[in-house]
């Protein structure tokens, strides 16, 4: 089955400590992105990648660091997470942006922050 | 500042009953893209509209855009309850990343 797949689901962490969310998509698409959603603010983008080695920062790159070393993964990595980055995250893939496609996105990962 | 803006953000209306959102987009772009998610789900693509006066229906809904007015609506007709969702609407800035609005939570009542 065609999906993105991102893990954990939940996550409850403190302020400092280190934690990586996962991505992965098995359609073998080139762009990648992650989300992450607020009450009342909508979707904003942290980062985006066009392929592999080729990634970008989106609107709130701030305290968010990704890599895309494989075509299929594109991790998040949160250094020293804040209170301020708890959150909805959500990763997304497309075919190749910029290019009409639409984007498949992963369950979701709901983080927070203590 | 590039904006996406949807109107109305809260939508409560009877089953049987029709109503628009309407999306309207800062951007010079020519496409447009919704989206639904269901409370705690994931979001799903609704349409994809590519081009000036392009209309998707889709069951109960239809989307069509207007590029000179920056303009685009998601029409629901005949709303049944499992239309109940928030709906996003987002173009498409530079090709590389999509801009979302802030959605519209519908709830649809009997």
């Known amino acids: 089955e065609a999906q993105v797949t991102q893990n954990p689901r939940y996550l409850i962490t403190v302020t400092g400590k280190k934690l990586t969310v996962t991505c992965s998509q098995n359609m073998n698409h080139e762009y990648m992105s992650w989300y992450r959603q607020d009450p009342g603010l909508g979707l904003r983008q942290i980062y985006y990648?066009?392929?592999?080695?080729?990634?970008d920062k989106g609107d709130v790159p701030e305290g968010y660091k990704v890599s895309r070393k494989e075509k299929r993964n594109f991790p998040l990595i949160l250094e020293s997470p804040s209170p301020n980055q708890t959150s909805l995250y959500f990763c997304?893939?497309?075919?190749?942006?910029?290019?009409?496609?639409?984007?498949?996105f992963g369950s979701g990962t709901q983080l927070s922050v203590l | 500042e590039l904006k996406v803006e949807q109107n109305p953000l809260f939508l409560s209306m009877q089953e049987g009953k029709n109503y628009t959102i309407y999306c309207n987009y800062s951007t010079t772009s020519d496409r447009l893209y919704w989206y639904r998610q269901d409370p705690g789900k994931s979001l799903e693509s609704l349409f994809v509209?590519?081009?000036?006066?392009a209309v998707k229906q889709e069951g109960r809904l239809m989307a069509s855009l207007d590029t000179k007015a920056r303009l685009s609506t998601l029409h629901i007709t005949a709303a049944v309850h499992d239309l109940s969702a928030t709906y996003f609407c987002a173009d498409s800035n530079s090709g590389y990343a999509l801009n979302f609005g802030k959605g519209t939570s519908l709830l649809v009542t009997p």
């Open positions: 990648s066009m392929n592999v080695e080729v990634t």
């Open positions: 509209l590519l081009s000036n006066g």
């Open positions: 997304a893939s497309s075919p190749r942006q910029g290019t009409n496609e639409k984007l498949f």
